[in-house]
């Protein structure tokens, strides 16, 4: 089947138009795109050197406290691009033109609503509240500004628009009963005086005290070293109390791999909790709350944070390459149930590393375009009918397999909504920053792009573990798959010869970091834990009291009985002693009684199991102990968590010992 066949149906994927130089969607063939290219891979220019045609002004000098990569390093990424071009002029699909309309300010943050679960603050449907009040609860100051700030901006284009809505103030759904809202008119009062802006007290709702993420902002990293990145309290309210102090804090030269700072965290004795180690109705609330954290995190530095609206082009709805993720993934489903990372994806990363991943040039050598393309149709044809002759396959064609799938995607793995934030994050001051916003944005991916990202991350890794004798650095990889993941089929930069390095250099250094700091990025920080624990209380509280959802709640009891009631036998004498009973039901009908102690972890839990079960059967790595209701959904516990620190932290919790959710 040709790469080209099926070409039906649309896929959300465009950028908006926008003034600083990031990328931008075209749909025909750009000659400008071409222009001078070869001229930027013979390393001559660099992110600081002028454009040919700008003349009058001095151009810019060099410093190594700069982030930008050199221009040795920099030769890869035009070479790289030019392969790219010279790929693509050979396709024979031209595209029809699509023509853009750049949104009012109000359109935007009426979509940041929408996607943050917010959009009943705001016109006519802003009479059921009780999400949002559960919600907004739950936020620190920073994030209520954040969203206060769009609902403002939204109403004020209402009102231009002469769309007079009777639109609700945040800071007022913040405020105590009507009783007592005469005395108290925005969130930030309801502080007592003298406390902190992330102080133990911050916000109330119907009347209960609202305790906040993390510890007061007078602690906010003084105890923490540069190489410490703090996990417990929003990254947002940190960047508010630091904000002078952190300016240049950090070196930003980075010419070298080591010249990264190696972040470490300080320990949590609850657990860390991965992507992945939470059940979905809980990574939902985690979704929503990192837009807003990072909305709130940008704020803090003055940086515009705009989501993209896409545009519908053509999309093939079969095939492997070209093809949307999703109806990628739908296909290779009916092949192998429980597929999260595409099919073709996982054979190339296998076959590279079968061949070995010394060899010199890896990744960066292209393998033979004509090749390529003869086993991109081949493929087409043969793969899912298992067929194709993978012993044919030369290690450099497969490399240049991979970067083409990853560059072909009707729409980029990091999304069109999202990539232009991704880019945005060199914008801010200091690396801690940069991570943290890096954290955020990972998190909100779509889970078919973070599993595929996460995959492609890992490879890249395991090919930079073999430097030495492949002679690919973090660096020499960063550049090589820069331009695959930012520049994919239909986008260019926007602007003159000096944006494009700008640009080349940013992109490049986003690909370091999400390489280098990978283990980092995909953890849930713990203070977005302790605000989905609290939504999920509140939400436990409104239910209970309301009647009119008592034929409903009766069902919902049943249903949890149904599923959970063989779990649950710890009882008061149990606690009281300081006793959990965890279950088992997959590998033992008998409940294990476990006493807490200080030093008792989830590891030493399922070591008990195993040494009572008796078979070798059961992989460690297979199981999991899980936290189950209380504050949470379900949770895979580390195995370092201390258990008897988590079980004060949710004592209404079920333990449970069972297989991992793959």
Same mark, same amino acid.
């Given at each position: 089947m040709s790469s080209q066949q099926n070409s039906k149906g649309v896929v959300l994927t465009g950028f908006y138009q926008n003034n600083e130089g990031l990328p931008v969607l075209i749909t025909g063939k750009d000659e400008e795109e071409q222009t001078s290219l070869l001229s930027r891979r013979t390393g001559q220019y660099n992110i600081h050197s002028r454009a040919k045609n700008a003349a009058g002004n001095p151009p810019y000098n060099r410093s190594s406290s700069q982030d930008s990569l050199d221009e040795l390093s920099m030769d890869d990424y035009w070479t790289e691009l030019q392969h !790219?071009? &010279?790929? #693509?002029? =050979?396709?024979? /699909?031209v595209p029809e033109e699509v023509l853009m309309k750049v949104p009012d300010e109000g359109e935007l943050e009426e979509e940041w609503l929408k996607e943050a679960g917010l959009s009943d603050l705001i016109g006519d449907q802003a009479g059921d509240l009780q999400e949002s009040i559960v919600l907004l609860s739950t936020l620190t100051r920073t994030q209520a500004a954040a969203v206060q700030k769009r609902v403002d901006t939204v109403t004020q284009t209402l009102r231009k628009k002469n769309r007079h809505h009777q639109v609700p103030d945040v800071r007022d759904i913040f405020g105590l009963p009507s009783a007592q809202s005469g005395k108290i008119s925005s969130a930030n009062r309801t502080l007592p005086a003298g406390t902190s802006e992330n102080g133990k007290q911050d916000v109330k709702s119907d009347g209960q005290t609202i305790i906040a993420c993390g510890n007061d902002k007078s602690n906010l990293d003084t105890a923490l070293s540069e190489t410490d990145i703090n996990l417990e309290i929003s990254f947002s309210e940190q960047a508010a109390g630091l904000k002078e102090q952190s300016k240049s804090s950090e070196p930003h030269g980075n010419e070298d791999d080591s010249l990264l700072p190696n972040f470490k965290m300080p320990q949590d004795k609850t657990g860390t909790t991965k992507i992945g180690d939470l059940a979905s109705q809980d990574m939902k609330k985690v979704h929503t709350l990192a837009l807003i954290e990072l909305t709130a995190l940008y704020d803090a530095f003055g940086i515009d944070f705009k989501s993209h609206k896409a545009v519908k082009i053509k999309i093939k709805e079969s095939g492997l390459f070209g093809v949307p993720l999703t109806i990628l993934l739908e296909q290779d489903q009916k092949k192998v149930p429980g597929t999260k990372v595409p099919l073709i994806l996982q054979k190339l990363i296998s076959h590279i590393e079968e061949e070995g991943l010394d060899t010199e040039g890896l990744l960066r050598i292209p393998g033979s375009a004509t090749r390529v393309k003869s086993l991109c149709q081949e493929l087409e044809a043969k793969f899912y009918e298992r067929t194709f002759a993978w012993d044919g396959v030369k290690q450099h064609d497969a490399a240049s397999l991979l970067k083409f799938f990853i560059r072909e995607l009707p729409q980029p793995l990091l999304t069109v909504e999202y990539l232009n934030a991704f880019i945005t994050v060199q914008k801010l001051p200091t690396r801690k920053h940069q991570l943290q916003a890096l954290n955020l944005l990972v998190l909100f991916l779509p889970e078919p792009s973070r599993d595929t990202l996460k995959t492609l991350l890992e490879f890249l890794q395991r090919v930079i573990d073999s430097k030495e004798k492949n002679k690919m650095t973090l660096n020499n990889i960063a550049v090589i798959m820069a331009p695959n993941l930012f520049r994919f089929?239909?986008? #260019?930069?926007?602007?003159? /010869?000096?944006? /494009?390095f700008a640009m080349a250099a940013g992109t490049a250094n986003i690909m370091r970091w999400l390489?280098?700091?990978?283990n980092l990025l995909w953890l849930i920080p713990k203070f977005l834990m302790n605000q989905v624990r609290k939504q999920n209380t509140e939400n436990q509280k409104k239910m209970s009291k309301d009647r009119a959802m008592k034929k409903l709640l009766k069902k919902m009891a049943y249903d949890r009985e149904k599923h959970e009631r063989p779990y649950r036998s710890t009882t008061k004498t149990d606690a009281l002693q300081g006793v959990i009973r965890v279950q088992a039901p997959q590998f033992s009908k008998v409940s294990m009684a476990i006493q807490l102690t200080e030093d008792l972890k989830a590891s030493d839990v399922l070591a008990r199991l195993l040494s009572?079960?008796? &078979?070798?059967? !059961?992989k460690r790595e297979?199981?999991?102990?899980? /936290?189950?209701?209380? =504050?949470?959904?379900a949770r895979c516990l580390n195995d370092e968590t201390y258990m008897k620190d988590l079980y004060q932290l949710n004592p209404n919790a079920e333990w449970v010992i069972k297989s991992r959710s793959r």
């Open positions: !790219i071009q &010279t790929s #693509r002029g =050979n396709d024979q /699909e089929k239909g986008f #260019r930069s926007k602007g003159g /010869e000096q944006q /494009e390489i280098k700091y990978q009572q079960i008796g &078979t070798v059967a !059961i297979d199981i999991c102990l899980y /936290e189950i209701g209380g =504050n949470i959904g």
